[in-house]
């Protein structure tokens, strides 16, 4: 199939950096299409490590065409950030395209979510206080401001000028902060503008073109299903739709412009800030996850969260997404440990839940109920073949399989492009 979208299918950071560098050897195009530099996709090539935030993680191929979609969220001091610094490194960015239509975060954006975050106290969500829910708010409020705002000198002051003085006096009166300053903002970001300016163009059309003529088109997800405004753990989500349906919007292409729907999670569960999180280990072996996974956040450096894996949620993202397979990355950190585990369902007050709840109040209290599973001591970093996987990994991957319903198409056993099994 020519059409794939690769979507986080628990709260994020599952590996789609990594897989989305090894499909995108045979792709044409690879295409972000939600979410903004929250974002942590890490790519490990012959031991170098590149950690991209706005750019797709298909960068590393100088043929493939790397779009930046309608539905993100760019932060242009950042996106250049990342252009100069894997520039320095022989990347080549002639083929990145930013969309005409994408949502510019500014700096009030980032002073705003850092001030919310502060004044919700202990409700914080722990966001990464890159300005992506302020951003969004902006751009369904109808007063935000895009690429093709940004790239026109005269729209932008206009623009900036009225939002700025709207958000100063929130920044000031509701939240006692200092104001920003309109003319230091709009020399810097004109800079920013000036230099972004040849890579903008209508990416909708020139997929609709690449799809229609048999190209090879990767959609990349940021993120995770439970991340999702509408089908994660609201409040404690990011604030677009980080699923294959938001790709379409976020990419604009129709819902037939996707063939396969490949699902990215680890071999256990992590996650980055506040919420639920019913798997979740305060022990020995949430601390062997956390150690032998190296589990701290790419783009803000916080230790994950760490827990076993939760076939509620995976069923949650085959069925939200549409997964046609799974890839589990990760089996290597489990290597170790005597017996694993897997939520099959969670308990209630005596009751079965099956299904991840809309009320997430519902989840205090719930028992998970496991599943266990014998472990492996022998080093799995080199398989390269299904078959040479030890016995009891095996019918780890199998369980999976049969909890959630859904093919295990690929097995990561390290960080690097190489070491990864295809099934
Ligand atoms: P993303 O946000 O989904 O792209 O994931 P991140 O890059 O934030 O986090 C995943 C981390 O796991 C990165 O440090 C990857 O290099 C690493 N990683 C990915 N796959 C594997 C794997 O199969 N084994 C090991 N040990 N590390 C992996
Ligand atoms: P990748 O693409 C893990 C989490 C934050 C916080 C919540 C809201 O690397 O998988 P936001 O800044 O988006 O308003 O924060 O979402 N979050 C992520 N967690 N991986 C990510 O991206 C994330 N992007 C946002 O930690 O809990
Ligand atoms: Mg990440």
Redesign the pocket.
């Known amino acids: 199939m020519n059409t794939t979208a690769l979507v986080?299918a628990q709260?994020?950071?599952e590996g789609?950096g990594k897989i989305i560098d090894i499909l995108a050897q045979k792709a044409d195009y690879v295409v972000r299409a939600t979410?903004g530099s929250?974002?942590?996709?890490t790519v490990v090539e012959g031991g170098k490590t590149y950690k991209l935030h706005l750019i797709p993680s298909g960068i590393l191929y100088p043929d493939t065409v790397n779009i930046i979609g309608n539905g993100v969220v760019l932060d242009p001091k950042v996106v250049l950030e990342e252009i100069d610094e894997l520039s320095a490194l022989g990347v080549k960015f002639d083929k990145l395209v930013i969309d005409l239509r994408a949502h510019v975060v500014l700096p009030y954006h980032k002073e705003l979510d850092e001030l919310a975050e502060k004044s919700k106290g202990k409700d914080a969500?722990?966001?990464?206080?890159?300005g992506?829910?302020p951003c969004y708010s902006d751009k369904t409020d109808r007063i935000g401001i895009r690429m093709i705002d940004f790239i026109d000198p005269e729209v932008f002051a206009q623009k900036l000028k009225s939002n700025l003085e709207f958000k100063n006096k929130i920044i000031t009166k509701v939240y006692g902060g200092k104001p920003l300053d309109y003319k230091s903002m709009l020399d810097e970001y004109n800079g920013y503008a000036k230099r972004l300016k040849g890579f903008c163009a209508d990416t909708g059309v020139m997929l609709y073109d690449a799809v229609k003529s048999g190209k090879r088109v990767i959609f990349e997800g940021?993120?995770?299903t439970l991340?999702d405004l509408d089908s994660g753990t609201y409040p404690?989500?990011?604030?677009s739709h980080p699923i294959t349906g938001g790709f379409c919007a976020g990419a604009g292409v129709g819902p037939t412009a996707i063939k396969e729907c490949l699902g990215i999670a680890k071999s256990y569960t992590t996650r980055?800030?506040?919420?639920p999180f019913p798997t979740e280990l305060d022990d020995e072996v949430g601390k062997h996850l956390l150690n032998v996974g190296h589990e701290f956040g790419?783009?803000t450096g916080r230790a994950r969260r760490c827990g076993w894996l939760d076939a509620v949620i995976l069923r949650l993202a085959v069925r939200i997404n549409g997964l046609t397979s799974l890839a589990i990355n990760k089996l290597d950190t489990l290597t170790g440990l005597k017996k694993l585990k897997i939520a099959t369902h969670y308990v209630k007050d005596g009751k079965t839940v099956n299904d991840f709840p809309a009320d997430i109040s519902l989840l205090d209290g719930c028992m998970p109920v496991y599943e266990e599973y014998d472990g492996w001591t022998e080093d799995i970093s080199g398989v390269r073949s299904f078959d040479e996987l030890p016995i009891a990994a095996k019918n780890y991957i199998y369980a999976i399989e049969k909890l959630c319903g859904c093919r295990v198409s690929i097995v990561g056993v390290g960080p690097d492009r190489d070491q990864s099994i295809f099934r």
């Open positions: 986080g709260w994020g950071d789609k979410g929250n974002a942590g996709h969500i722990g966001t990464t206080k890159r992506i829910g940021a993120q995770g991340l404690f989500v990011t604030s980055v800030g506040a919420g790419t783009t």
